[in-house]
Nanobody, 124 residues
Framework: QVQLVESGGGLVQAGGSLRLSCAASGRTFSNYAMGWFRQAPGKEREFVAAISWKGGSTYYADSVKGRFTISRDNAKNTVYLQMNSLKPEDTAVYYC?????????????????WGQGTQVTVSS
């Protein structure tokens, strides 16, 4: 298993930006496809974005497409989520997740390693 630690969450006004980071350790980071998920209060956790192990393929939930960008730096063992034009409905705990292998997936159950989450709050 790879260990994941998220950072970069916080409080921001609607229309603002945040960049989340997820630092990985314990295994060869470049062997993993990565994803971001989020869970709002009273709701189930949902897919946000995913990226292939070399960064060549990315996928986004419709709700964030055009506003969020996922990227990775395999030299730094880190995956990022740049969030622009934030909305109050983006308020949630954001989780980083890893799945071993080349194939990108958006299915939560496929991800075997998870971080502890970082809170993002967007005020109106």
């Amino acid at each position: 298993q790879v260990q994941l630690v998220e950072s970069g969450g916080g409080l921001v006004q609607a229309g603002g930006s945040l960049r989340l980071s997820c630092a990985a350790s314990g295994r060869t980071f470049s062997n993993y496809a990565m994803g971001w998920f989020r869970q709002a209060p009273g709701k189930e956790r949902e897919f946000v974005a995913a990226i292939s192990w070399k960064g060549g393929s990315t996928y986004y939930a419709d709700s964030v497409k055009g506003r969020f960008t996922i990227s990775r730096d395999n030299a730094k063992n880190t995956v990022y989520l740049q969030m622009n034009s934030l909305k109050p409905e983006d308020t949630a705990v954001y989780y980083c997740a890893a799945v071993l292998g080349e194939i990108v997936t958006t299915v939560e159950a496929d991800f075997g390693s998870w971080g502890q989450g970082t809170q993002v709050t967007v005020s109106s």
